[in-house]
Nanobody, 114 residues
Framework: QVQLVESGGGLVQAGGSLRLSCAAS???????MGWYRQAPGKQREFVAD???????HYADSVKGRFTISISDAMNTVYLQMSSLKPEDTAVYYC?????????WGQGTQVTVSS
């Protein structure tokens, strides 16, 4: 069983920065790891992901403001968030895609005040 533990969420003013981390337990072979978010009353949406080969993808709404990175061991993924906006307020979830399954973390709250 793979467990993902997110950290780094919190309350920040608009224009500020936060760095989220997500650590996977055990030795895993991730194809890619990523971040999603869910705002109140909305569906979960894609934010960014990074593949084993290092390719990154971002939602248009965060391009130029968020940066995803991953540890050499491919078991910890980070999301550096800058120039935060109130509309970035959401619960942020990380996931890891393995050859046979996908796992999700429990989520970390990010609140951006105006």
């Amino acid at each position: 069983q793979v467990q993902l533990v997110e950290s780094g969420g919190g309350l920040v003013q608009a224009g500020g920065s936060l760095r989220l981390s997500c650590a996977a337990s055990g030795s895993i072979f991730s194809i890619r790891m990523g971040w999603y978010r869910q705002a109140p009353g909305k569906q979960r949406e894609f934010v960014a992901d990074i593949t084993r080969g290092g390719s990154t993808h971002y939602a248009d709404s965060v391009k130029g403001r968020f940066t995803i990175s991953i540890s050499d061991a491919m078991n910890t993924v980070y999301l550096q968030m800058s120039s935060l906006k109130p509309e970035d307020t959401a619960v942020y979830y990380c996931n890891t895609v393995l050859p046979s399954s996908t796992y999700w973390g429990q989520g970390t709250q990010v609140t951006v005040s105006s």
